[in-house]
């Protein structure tokens, strides 16, 4: 008999338990914290793969304070990366719109080399067919899983990154995947332009540079900088020189509202994750400019070396 009367007593303390699960109590779970200025986001998918969480990040390589000797940094005049260096060089990857010789834009890695795509590779979906002696001649760009991209002129939604055969993962741009070539020594080096007719300078979209843009290929040789974006920025980095160029000094701004630069009036590119407003003046007043994203040349928004603070997020 006690134990048929202890069954419904134990029922109800289990439902009240419950009720009072639902209902909460006197302590409020903290808010989600916002999002880092800069966040980690995952790579969309160019082909099979390419769902690797990777930190795309803006800016380059040295306004993020990367440590010397690894990703780009680990094989800085070309040829190929082996052992302990090789896994250095797939902790980041640095994708940067810029010029190389006559090709512009082309995308350069963080150690100023040119990047290339191969036409027997495909975009739809991204598969690498240079493999064995071609991958020596033609090191492809990977990372690790978990790795870092930094980008400078280029869309978020335009990086990937696509399963070779050995297992690694190769960034991708447009869907191509990319590679360096083993002959380039030092920035500008273009030496893989149109070797076997086959090998060209990647764009910011994908495209071949030094290429008329083929339409019904789906990726123009156009830089994209600067296109309408609707989510605003909550961090930026601004260089002193034009296009994104780590041969001068950058500064980074985060954080929401009015951020006033340290060093005002001696920006001429900016790399941003989304929307914002350059100011002129001290306190975000003067003349002011909202620009969408990544901006390679304030020379030709009228506001090189004029920028003295922004307004973010």
């Not at 880092?36 to 793969?49: F, M, V, Y």
């Not at 002129?280 to 969408?292: A, D, H, Q």
Request: glycine share 14%; charged share 15%.
């Amino acid at each position: 008999m006690l134990r048929k009367h202890l069954a419904p007593l134990v029922v109800l303390v289990a439902a009240g338990v419950a009720m009072l699960s639902a209902c909460g109590s006197d302590e409020v779970a903290p808010a989600a914290q916002p999002p880092a200025a800069q966040a980690t986001t995952q790579a969309p998918a160019a082909g099979e793969g390419a769902g690797t969480d990777l930190s795309l990040l803006s800016g380059t390589a040295k306004s993020n304070n990367s440590p010397a000797g690894t990703g780009d940094w680990a094989v800085p005049n070309g040829g190929t990366a082996t052992g302990a260096k090789l896994a250095a060089s797939q902790k980041w990857v640095q994708l940067t719109a810029s010029k190389a010789g006559a090709l512009d834009p082309v995308v350069v890695n963080g150690a100023g080399l040119t990047l290339y795509r191969f036409d027997k590779d495909t975009a739809k979906p991204s598969k690498s067919n240079c493999v064995g002696d071609c991958a020596v001649t033609w090191p492809p760009v990977t990372v690790a899983p978990g790795g870092k991209i930094f980008i400078a002129g280029i869309k978020k939604s335009a990086i990937g990154t696509v399963k070779r055969a050995d297992g690694t993962r190769q960034v991708t741009i447009g869907g191509w995947p990319v590679y360096r070539f083993a002959k380039d020594t030092k920035r500008g080096d273009t030496l893989g332009q149109g070797v076997g007719g086959t090998w060209f300078g990647v764009t910011p979209t994908g495209g071949k540079a030094g290429v008329p843009a083929d339409p019904s290929a789906g990726a123009g040789n156009d830089q994209d900088a600067g296109s309408p974006s609707a989510t605003p920025a909550t961090s930026a980095v601004l260089f002193d020189d034009a296009s994104f160029s780590d041969s001068g000094a950058s500064q980074g701004v985060g954080g929401r509202g009015c951020q006033n630069l340290s060093r005002p009036r001696i920006t001429s590119s900016l790399a941003a994750s989304g929307s914002l407003k350059i100011w002129s003046e001290p306190n975000c007043k003067g003349r002011s400019l909202v620009v969408n994203g990544d901006v390679a040349n304030l020379a030709k928004v009228n506001f090189d070396n004029a920028i003295a603070s922004v307004f973010l997020g």
